[in-house]
């Protein structure tokens, strides 16, 4: 069935049901049509990035086993951001997985408050709890079954918003994957007068300059509209791999710049 069709299934937006697929190695799309989920899976046990809603978990789930995998084979939960689309679920990940839960210490308290202390949806959308097993820290390795992947702390769309990295094989050649945490900025943030949160200005600044620095060859995200995904599906088989998109990467980054940088710059000029 197009993905098209099966997105008008749920009430939701962004999270109908989407084909479980193999991206690139052993990374795997495991999410909704645009609420994205990544399984990576090695010979000791697997690693999953963004819970979702906690109606997206059914998804997750019916994605890995549909891949072949078993869910309580995922020995890591991540999440790039702990606003309310990407954590809600993981609360029932875990208790469907049994995986340990990592976040960033910015992050940490909003997934253990379920949602109550994110500066900006806390009054307005909250999620089961859960706890956070361990702390990731800028730079951290997280190993699991020959595969590492790397920790880079990219704050601004959340305090604590992380971006992962990890080289895979593919046919002998090595690529460079970015899971991007996240760059929009939301509606109601604040980044002068009122700031959402004191620094976040800065934060943003220095979220977007790390995604700068990064090399790039696959380019993954939060939200599959961030690199194209309904379209790079569509166009798997048909030559080359259609996720391998530096270029894509680097103008996503550049327009995500421009707009925080005419955001803060519109509040500035206002607040004179």
């Not at 008008?8 to 049509?33: K, L, R, T, W």
């Not at 606003?83 to 308290?109: C, E, F, I, N, W």
């Not at 949806?121 to 595969?147: A, C, F, M, S």
């Not at 380019?219 to 088989?237: E, P, R, S, T, V």
Request: charged content about 20%.
């Amino acid at each position: 069935m197009a993905a098209a069709s099966l997105a008008a299934q749920s009430p939701i937006q962004g999270n109908g049901p989407f084909p479980a697929h193999n991206i690139v190695g052993n990374i795997y799309y495991v999410g909704a049509d645009d609420i994205a989920s990544f399984l990576i899976t090695t010979p000791s046990g697997h690693i999953l990035i963004n819970a979702g809603y906690a109606e997206t978990v059914p998804i997750i789930e019916n994605g890995i086993k549909k891949l072949g995998f078993n869910p309580g084979d995922v020995k890591i939960l991540l999440n790039g951001q702990a606003h309310y689309d990407h954590v809600a679920g993981m609360a029932a990940l875990q208790k469907l997985t049994g995986g340990k839960v990592y976040s960033s210490q910015r992050d940490a308290p909003v997934l253990e408050s379920g949602g109550v202390k994110d500066p900006r949806w806390g009054k307005e959308q909250t999620y089961p709890p859960v706890k956070v097993d361990h702390i990731l820290r800028d730079n951290e390795k997280i190993t699991l079954g020959g595969t590492t992947l790397i920790t880079r702390l990219t704050p601004g769309h959340s305090m604590g918003c992380t971006t992962f990295t990890v080289t895979v094989n593919d046919g002998g050649k090595p690529l460079e994957v970015v899971f991007v945490g996240g760059t929009s900025i939301n509606p109601g943030v604040h980044f002068v007068g009122k700031p959402t949160w004191p620094g976040i200005a800065e934060d943003f600044q220095k979220g977007l300059d790390v995604l700068k620095s990064l090399k790039c060859d696959v380019f993954l995200g939060a939200h599959g509209g961030y690199y194209g995904m309904n379209a790079k599906y569509g166009q798997i088989g048909k030559g080359a791999n259609p996720y391998i998109d530096p270029a894509g990467y680097r103008a996503f980054v550049e327009k995500s710049e421009k707009t925080f940088h005419a955001q803060l710059a519109s509040e500035k000029a206002a607040a004179k």
